[in-house]
């Protein structure tokens, strides 16, 4: 599976954004899917994540309220919306793929997109 994430940018501090990953090579209907994000110097970390069949979503705490996780498994397509956004959520954010059970783990999922970068000025 490739995964192809865009709509990165920089928003001023309590803007939103879109984020979209879209797969190739084969249908992500049976992957759970994740967003993660890095900041400079920092670990990269869990944000969101949806099951397989869209019935599930979970959020990583500070995201909780503010980020939406959604797919459209016709299209092949995760998306992330981002309100309410804060300087602190600036990173590289990347969409991965995974078969198995959803976890917020990274090392855990098997595919990944090239990232793209979201950028909050206060």
Known sequence: V???????????????????CVASGRTISRYNMGWFRQAPRKEREFVAAIRWSGSTTYYEDSVKGRFTISRDN??????????????????????????????????????????????VSS
């Open 74 to 119: 016709a299209k092949n397509t995760v998306n992330l919306q981002m309100n309410s956004l804060k300087p602190e959520d600036t990173a590289v954010y990347y969409c991965a793929a995974r078969s198995g059970m959803v976890v917020t783990t990274k090392a855990a999922y098997d595919y990944w997109g090239q990232g793209t970068q979201v950028t």
């Open 2 to 20: 490739q995964l192809q994430a865009s709509g990165g940018g920089l928003v001023q501090a309590g803007g939103s954004l879109r984020l979209s």
